[in-house]
């Protein structure tokens, strides 16, 4: 069975750094990506970027790119998205997908909510 | 502001059919496969549809995909209070070179 299971609750404070993870599990790590996506609660969701563990190449949308920073350890099947100075607006729960085909994101973490305040 | 655009919310009794549609543009979804989401309150998002049409094994065929043009839907037929949930457009925008959504369409069954 394919999981993806995230880290837990953050709450940090404006120019904190942080680190949240996304542990795969049930399929072979380096066959997909794995997306990172924004949800602000009760709003819609932002693409961040992608990693493609076989290579470790990040793509990033161009609203994200140098805002987050995307990174992945093979050795223990996971994949991790970084931001060096909080902001307030970064505030919002965050998923890992797996990726499927660049159109379709087939299976999610629960979320990590992270709150910057 | 998302890239594709869903109708806020729709409603209908159980056991009816309701149509969610999705609008976009020629970099996203007239040359992309879309993909369709169910977000439960409190949950995350899961995959209903993808290449526009198919089911990951375990949806129930009540849950159909079409697209045409630059425009998608999602049709549910036999709605069940189970169906209540917010649902999402996804593809890929060949311009952006970055995955996009619709804002969501809150369903509720009456």
């Known amino acids: 069975e394919v999981q993806l299971v995230q880290s837990g609750v953050e709450v940090k404070k404006p120019g904190d750094s942080l680190r949240i993870s996304c542990k795969a599990s049930?399929?072979?790590?380096?066959?997909?990506?794995i997306a990172w996506l924004r949800q602000v609660p009760g709003k819609g969701l932002d693409w961040l970027g992608v990693?493609?563990?076989?290579?470790?190449?990040?793509r990033y949308s161009p609203s994200f790119r140098g805002q987050v920073a995307i990174s992945v350890d093979k050795s223990i099947s996971t994949a991790y998205l970084q931001w060096g100075s909080l902001k307030a607006s970064d505030s919002a729960i965050y998923y890992c997908?797996?990726?499927?085909?660049?159109?379709?994101?087939?299976?999610w973490g629960q979320g990590t909510m992270v709150t910057v305040s | 502001q998302s890239v594709l655009t869903q109708p806020p919310s729709v409603s209908a009794a159980p056991g009816q059919m309701v149509t969610i549609s999705c609008s976009g543009g020629?970099?996203?979804?007239?040359?992309?496969?879309v993909s369709w989401y169910q977000q439960l309150p409190g949950t995350a998002p899961k995959l209903l549809v993808y290449?526009?049409?198919k089911r990951p094994s375990g949806i129930p065929d009540r849950f159909s995909g079409s697209k045409s043009g630059t425009s998608a839907t999602l049709a549910i037929t036999g709605l069940q209070t189970g169906d209540e949930a917010d649902y999402f457009c996804?593809?890929?925008?060949?311009?952006?070179?970055?995955?996009?959504f619709g804002g969501g369409t809150k369903l509720t069954v009456l």
């Open positions: 290449d526009n049409n």
């Open positions: 990693i493609f563990p076989r290579n470790s190449d990040a």
């Open positions: 049930g399929y072979t790590f380096t066959t997909n990506g």
């Open positions: 020629s970099s996203n979804i007239e040359n992309n496969y």
């Open positions: 997908a797996r990726r499927a085909s660049s159109g379709t994101w087939d299976y």
């Open positions: 996804g593809t890929w925008d060949s311009r952006l070179t970055t995955g996009v």
